[in-house]
């Protein structure tokens, strides 16, 4: 399961379940329509739980069933002894499984750039004289310096 819903494979084909649920019921799905819970359990596939809607609709429908909260609302703020953080988090327990800095596949930096990054910026230069310098755009060093990427190497 991903994200609650229940995936099916043959020969590397993936399909998330309700929708497979829904064409063996009803038909082919019209394209860029979803497959919507009116239970509101992903990984139900009975038909009469299912319909069809747009992004848009399957969004409205969640306000209207008050989920998909936000900010003060949300569960995060309603229940924050549940928020696991620092060494409870699951990055934490299972830092072998989250590459981080350079060993993720595709980064542009090393630890030793992002060192350099923090340090130069420290000084006074500019983040766009930053981001020439390293050829990365101005968002990935302005969150290199405010620590909200790298922040292992902090």
Known sequence: MRGGY????????????HRVSWELTFGPITEGMKVCHSCDNPPCVRPTHLFLGSQAENLSDMRQ???GRSGDDHWTHRNPEKVKRGADHWTSRKSGRSPRGEAVK???LTDDQVR?????????????????RFHVAIGTVHF?????TWRHLL
């Open 65 to 67: 069933k008050g989920r």
């Open 116 to 132: 350099e990054i923090r340090r130069l910026r420290a000084e006074g230069v500019l983040l766009k004289d930053l981001a020439a």
């Open 106 to 108: 595709g980064s542009k």
């Open 6 to 17: 229940g995936f099916i494979s043959n020969k590397g084909d993936s399909r998330v379940v």
């Open 144 to 148: 290199i310096v405010t620590g909200q």
